[in-house]
């Protein structure tokens, strides 16, 4: 069954949302994510996604605060990424809460430095990021496209030991027109053994039971919860 994992994006302590990663687009829906982290916990949720979006963009954590607090006041898994650059962010990450941390922008710049922190903690703690656009994957915050192409990039990953991804696709983040299904079922093609985390585009139920039926392993959802798109209660035959 696939795994439903609310997104929470925090800017200066608030839940917000984007449209295609432009910070300029930013909408507050929430001016306090511990409550709708309760919320998500009580309708049943298990597992949360965390991004600090200014720690994205200032290439540190920043928002530990909020992740500690979440941490410590729900049962949720976080898993939890933005700004994780060394290993200072990496162990604050931990030392808040973090149940697994999400490594994008430092997996293309530094690869030695993953592979330490895969021995280190183990390689169920950490998630690969990869965000996409145009089929070349892009880092800090969306900011930078790189030469990168997706599946060298998930390849060369997969080879180290990664057992997950959360793959965006950018061109769908935050517009709810639908996840990039095709781009989804081809990951799974590719490498079947890889636990997919579809990111980006979800604008109602039928979308997820679609990404169920092609065995996607889980799905980020964010705008279509804050704006209603998608009801609590409609996740319940997904969350048993």
């Not at 656009?133 to 800090?140: E, L, W």
């Not at 996840?179 to 799974?188: C, D, N, Q, V």
């Not at 009801?231 to 969350?239: C, Q, V």
Request: with cysteine; net charge neutral; proline share 2%.
């Amino acid at each position: 069954m696939i795994t439903i994992i609310p997104a929470i994006d925090i800017i200066g302590g608030k839940c917000v949302r984007l449209t295609r990663g432009e910070f300029r687009t930013k909408k507050i829906y929430n001016q306090n994510p511990l409550e709708l982290a309760k919320v998500y916990q009580e309708a049943g949720i298990r597992r949360l996604h965390m991004v600090d979006l200014d720690g994205a963009r200032q290439k540190q954590i920043v928002n530990w605060q909020v992740l500690e607090k979440i941490a410590r006041c729900t049962s949720l898994d976080i898993d939890f990424g933005g700004g994780i650059q060394s290993v200072h962010d990496i162990e604050l990450a931990f030392n808040c809460g973090a149940k697994q941390v999400v490594v994008g922008s430092i997996a293309v710049k530094n690869k030695e430095m993953v592979q330490n922190w895969m021995e280190q903690y183990g390689r169920e703690k950490l998630i690969l990021g990869a965000d996409v656009k145009d089929g070349k994957i892009a880092i800090h915050a969306w900011k930078d496209q790189t030469e990168y192409e997706l599946f060298s990039f998930l390849e060369e990953y997969y080879c180290l030991g990664f057992q997950q991804v959360i793959c965006t696709d950018i061109s769908r983040d935050g517009v709810l027109e639908g996840p990039s299904f095709a781009l989804y079922e081809s990951i799974k093609n590719h490498i079947p053994d890889l636990g997919v985390i579809a990111s980006g585009g979800v604008g109602k139920v039928k979308d997820i039971a679609r990404l169920e039926q092609s065995n996607i392993d889980g799905v980020i959802i964010g705008k279509a919860l804050y704006e209603g798109k998608i009801k609590l209660e409609e996740l319940k035959p997904f969350l048993c």
